[in-house]
C-alpha cells in the first residue's frame, strides 16, 4: 500500500524515520520485507533516507550503506560525533539532510568526554551545534527523539518523569524536522517540527487514529 502511494503522489524524497524494525535483533521475514521494499524503492529513482531507532541496532541499520547509497538509499550510518549531511537541489536551491540516529546522552559523552551532558536536551543540542549547517541552505533534519510536548501512544518506550524529552528549542536552526519514535501523527512546537506517525496501529489507544496521514506524509 505504501508503494502504491509513492506511485500516485510520485515525492523526490522517503524519509524513514524509524524504528525500522521492532527489536534490535529483527526476524528473517523483517529483513527480507525491508530488502524488497528498499529494492521496490531504488528503481523508482527516488532518494529514500532510513535512520535507526531506538529498537534498532545501529550497526545493522547501517551495514552496507555505501552500497546502497549509489542506489538512491541513504542508511543512517553509526554515529561518531559527525553527521555530514546529504546535498539535493531543487528549482529553489540546495536542500541539505541531515540523518541523526536515535542518540542517548551516553553516546555524547564518548565523543564529548569535556562537555556537560546531563540531559538528552543537551546530548541532542550539542549533537546539532557540532553539525555543518549553513543558513543559506534549507536543512532538514531526520531524527527519532521523544520530544516535549508530544502525545504519546501506549504502544511507546517513554521514560518515567520524561528523562528521554528533548526540548523543541533545540531544532530552531533547521527549516523542517522529520521525526519518529511517537506513534500519532502531529507537530511539537511549531509547523516545521512534525511526527509523521506510524502505517498502523499497535495499540488501543491508536484506534481512532487517521493512519492514512502517516503514509502520505
Do not use: W
Amino acid at each position: 500500500q505504501i508503494i502504491n502511494v509513492i506511485d500516485d503522489e510520485k515525492p523526490n524524497v522517503i524519509i524513514i524515520s524509524g524504528d525500522v524494525y521492532d527489536k534490535s535483533i529483527p526476524s528473517a521475514e523483517a529483513v527480507e520485507l525491508l530488502d524488497s521494499f528498499l529494492v521496490r524503492l531504488s528503481k523508482r529513482e527516488l532518494q529514500v533516507f532510513v535512520i535507526s531507532g531506538n529498537h534498532d541496532s545501529p550497526e545493522r541499520i547501517a551495514f552496507g550503506s555505501r552500497l546502497m547509497a549509489s542506489s538512491g538509499i541513504h542508511m543512517s550510518p553509526v554515529y561518531n560525533g559527525d553527521v555530514f549531511p546529504f546535498s539535493l537541489a531543487d528549482e529553489y536551491g540546495v536542500v541539505k539532510i541531515f540523518m541523526l540516529p536515535f542518540l542517548k546522552p551516553a553516546n555524547m559523552r564518548r565523543y564529548f568526554p569535556e562537555d556537560e551532558i546531563a540531559s538528552y536536551t543537551d546530548a541532542m543540542r550539542l549533537a546539532i551545534n557540532n553539525m555543518r549547517i549553513n543558513t543559506a541552505d534549507r536543512n532538514i533534519l531526520v531524527a527519532h527523539q521523544f520530544v516535549t510536548g508530544a502525545l504519546p501512544s501506549d504502544s511507546e518506550d517513554v521514560s518515567v518523569g520524561g528523562l528521554d524529552n528533548v526540548d523543541a528549542s533545540v531544532f530552531e536552526i533547521f527549516d523542517y524536522v522529520a521525526l519518529g519514535h511517537i506513534h500519532c501523527p502531529q507537530n511539537v512546537g511549531s509547523e516545521s517540527v512534525r511526527y509523521c506517525g506510524t502505517p498502523l496501529k499497535y495499540s488501543f489507544s491508536e484506534v481512532n487514529q487517521d493512519k492514512s496521514v502517516s503514509v502520505i506524509e
